[in-house]
């Protein structure tokens, strides 16, 4: 069983920074592709960022272009998401996501379907 802990959430100004943590426990970290995902009251869940095993390939969202990315470390079992210019859209429970998987075919990425294990989310609120 692979558990998941998601850190590094706050509140900040719009076109701040902020660093999402996410430590796996449990498994093959070094095996799995990993995602995060976003909900925002009200709203359904969407995904934000995915990566692979290695890191060697990335998928962002078009809003998060260019503001977003997510490195990892296998050697530390854990997954980034740094986010700069941050905008109010972008306030949300952030998800740390795990597939068992080692990548992603076609668009699947975006799909929680294709995660096998979930973190407990951490708040990201962006002030205007």
């Known amino acids: 069983q692979v558990h998941l802990v998601e850190s590094g959430g706050g509140l900040v100004q719009a076109g701040g920074s902020l660093r999402l943590s996410c430590a796996a426990s449990?498994?093959?970290?070094?095996?799995?592709?990993m995602g995060w995902f976003r909900q925002a009251p009200g709203k359904e869940r969407e995904w934000v960022v995915s990566?692979?095993?290695?890191?060697?390939?990335?998928w962002y969202r078009d809003s998060v272009k260019g503001r977003f990315t997510i490195p990892r470390d296998n050697a530390k079992n854990t997954v980034y998401l740094q986010m700069t210019s941050l905008k109010p859209e972008d306030t949300a429970v952030y998800y740390c996501?795990?597939?068992?998987?080692?990548?992603?075919?076609?668009?699947?990425?975006?799909?929680?379907?294709?995660?096998?294990?979930w973190g407990q989310g951490t708040q990201v609120t962006v002030s205007s």
């Open positions: 996501a795990a597939s068992s998987r080692p990548t992603f075919t076609g668009t699947t990425y975006q799909s929680g379907g294709r995660y096998d294990y």
């Open positions: 990566i692979n095993w290695s890191g060697s390939t990335t």
């Open positions: 449990g498994g093959t970290f070094s095996t799995y592709a």
